[in-house]
Structure formats: C-alpha cells, structure tokens
C-alpha cells in the first residue's frame, strides 16, 4: 500500500524556519518524481516545489525561490522541504505527492501537515 | 505562467444527474510531438487530501468509476459525472503538467441539489 506520511508542521512565528519530512512506503521511491503542494485554509492548491527521481532536478515556484529547498534520502525514502524566512501568506496545509513515474502527473498524495505562520 | 479557469465556482444537481465542470486554459496545454493534452483533474473531498480522477485529459485512474469521464483538447476541457452520487460531492480541480509552474484551476465546488 502506497504511503506517504508528512510531518514537522506546526505554529511558527514570522520570519522563522521549519523543515517538513515525508516518509514514503509501498512503492520504489527511487522511480518517481516527488512534489510539494500547499493550500491555504478555505483556499484552492497551489503548487510549490519537484525535485525529479534521481535528485539532479530542482524546481520551485516564484514565491518560495530562494526561502525553500527541496531534498529527497532515497536511502531512507524521506523527501524535505526546508522552508526559511517563513511568512504569513505560507500558511497553509502542505502536502507531499508523488508523480507518476516518468510525468508530471500528480498520481498519490499524503493527508498534509498544517504550517501556521503567525506571531 | 498557464493560467486556468474552470467553471461554474458551484453547482448542485441532483442525484442521478449530470454534473458538468469547464475548465479553459490560458494557452494550449497540447503537446503536438506526442498528442496528448496535459491536463488532470482531482477530487477533494472535505477534510481529506485531493484525489487523481483523470489525466491526459481523458484517462481515468486506476479504481475511478467510469461514470467519470474527461473531455476536450487545446484550451478546453470538460469533467462530466454522467450520474451523481452522494460519494461525489466534492471540490474538483483541473490542473496542466505541460509546464512548470504547475498550476490549477481554482475549483468547482460540487453539491446535491
């Protein structure tokens, strides 16, 4: 059974950092790109960060270039989002998601770890 | 950025009847060198994390019920519910995977009348 479990939320004031882990199980973590998708509460997804299979790939959207890093431990099939210089407008549920193998394809996602930004 | 627009922001039909969602991308999410539209669709349920229903525009996931159906090329696409179930009550999404960054439309926010 695909699994992918997120952890690290919590309540953190402005301008503070927090490092999001998502431990994945029932599938080759290996053979898949994995991605960050974030919603704020009562609002729509928006999406946050791929990293491709192997790691050598990186991408983020405009709003968190250079505040948020995406790493993945194939070894211990762990992805991260290290997120830095945190706002208020990062409030939201984020949630780890896997790609279908080979695409963009956002085909299994976890049930999210709420971030709440606020002094 | 491809900017997507569904339609309608609601609707509430009754059980058994059709549901119809639109949704229209900013510019064309048909890549010519393999034909296939790149564009999803996702069910979120309340309190529950978003679900794959479609891709390639047309493709149903594994385990979706094929009262499911996705439509439409280029810049226009249709999620139909041939029959509406309690079950399907939802937001649904639209999103492209043509390029990154991965954007959705802003949901449909689907109810029983």
């Known amino acids: 059974e695909v699994q992918l479990v997120e952890s690290g939320g919590g309540l953190i004031q402005p301008g503070g950092s927090l490092r999001l882990s998502c431990a994945a199980s029932g599938f080759t973590f290996s053979r898949h790109g994995m991605h960050w998708v974030r919603q704020a509460p009562g609002k729509g997804l928006v999406w946050v960060s791929r990293?491709?299979?192997?790691?050598?790939?990186?991408i983020y959207a405009d709003s968190v270039k250079g505040r948020f890093t995406i790493s993945r431990d194939t070894g211990r099939n762990i992805l991260y989002l290290q997120m830095n210089g945190l706002r208020d407008e990062d409030t939201a549920v984020y949630y780890c998601?896997?790609?279908?193998?080979?695409?963009?394809?956002?085909?299994?996602w976890g049930q999210g770890t709420m971030v709440t930004v606020s002094s | 950025d491809i900017v997507m627009t569904q339609s309608p922001d609601s609707l509430a039909v009754s059980l058994g009847e059709r549901a119809t969602i639109d949704c229209k991308s900013s510019?064309?999410?048909?890549?010519?060198?393999?034909?296939?539209?790149?564009l999803a669709w996702y069910q979120q349920k309340p309190g529950q994390p978003p679900k794959l229903l479609i891709y390639w525009a047309s493709t149903r996931d594994s385990g979706v019920p094929d009262r499911f159906s996705g439509s439409g090329s280029g810049t226009d696409f249709t999620l139909t519910i041939s029959s509406l179930q309690a079950e399907d009550v939802a937001v649904y999404y639209c999103q492209q995977y043509l390029n990154t960054p991965l954007t959705f439309g802003g949901g449909t926010k689907v109810e029983i009348k």
């Open positions: 998601v896997r790609a279908l193998a080979g695409t963009k394809v956002l085909d299994f």
């Open positions: 510019q064309s999410v048909l890549y010519r060198s393999n034909n296939q539209n790149y």
């Open positions: 990293i491709n299979d192997d790691g050598s790939s990186i």
